[in-house]
């Protein structure tokens, strides 16, 4: 995890259109400290009151699955795969706070599917990650799990569905870990990897779109 200040905004490359914006927040962000409403995909903003979730992040808002479960994450630069937690929790969740969002329920989504065993995209994350082989064979179900330096973890299903941004940018078949057992310090409803792998958020938007570049800062508190 780390702690900046500031704001930060993605250019996801350049197109006809202009580059692609999204904002993200920290806790000393003046929109944060106004309890100042973010409109999301359904139009509903949350008020980002609560310590518990943006204390010392950065966080944005994403939209997963049809009709969107939009649920606030913790950015983290070091981590290439996403995830958020699922239900039902078949171990242990941690407590996600209604500024949140609700917990991604993919029986409600028409556009979840789950990630085989034997598909090139598990095999990729279980050799890139260190995994063992791990397989749902009765659900044909690839499985994760990733152990952070803090000694937070996650572990479940690799899972694929629509991520939408804002109002304006969606991609189809975004991967990312469905969680089911977590050990995470905070009440955001998970990571999202700025890391390098094939399977990041920057690399899986990149391969959705006809982006080309992407950018990132973190301006100082000004």
């Known amino acids: 995890m780390f702690s900046f200040q500031g704001t930060l905004h993605g250019n996801l490359g350049q197109t006809g259109a202009g580059a692609f914006q999204f904002p993200v927040f920290h806790e000393k962000h003046p929109c944060i400290q106004a309890s100042v409403h973010i409109a999301n995909v359904q139009k509903t903003w949350y008020s980002f009151e609560d310590d518990r979730i943006h204390k010392d992040r950065f966080l944005m808002a994403i939209g997963l699955g049809t009709p969107a479960f939009v649920n606030l994450v913790t950015i983290d630069t070091g981590s290439t795969l996403s995830w958020v937690q699922c239900r039902p929790c078949p171990i242990r969740c941690h407590n996600q706070d209604e500024e949140a969002g609700r917990i991604f329920d993919p029986l409600q989504s028409s556009t979840y599917q ?3 065993c034997s598909t090139e995209d598990c095999g990729y994350v279980h050799e890139t990650l260190g995994i063992p082989f791990g397989c749902n064979e009765e659900q044909d179900s690839c499985l994760y799990s990733l152990r952070y330096a803090s000694e937070e973890y996650t572990a479940g299903s690799l899972v694929k569905d629509k991520l939408t941004l804002g109002n ?4 189809d078949d975004f991967m990312f870990g469905c969680s ?7 009440a955001d409803a998970g990571i999202i990897g700025f ?3 094939t399977y990041s958020f920057f690399r899986q938007v990149v391969r959705h779109t006809n982006y ?3 950018s990132h800062c973190f301006p100082g508190n000004h």
């Open 168 to 171: 304006n940018f969606s991609i």
């Open 114 to 116: 789950s990630v085989g």
């Open 195 to 197: 890391g390098g792998a």
């Open 212 to 214: 080309t570049a992407f």
């Open 180 to 186: 089911g057992d977590d050990r995470y310090n905070a």
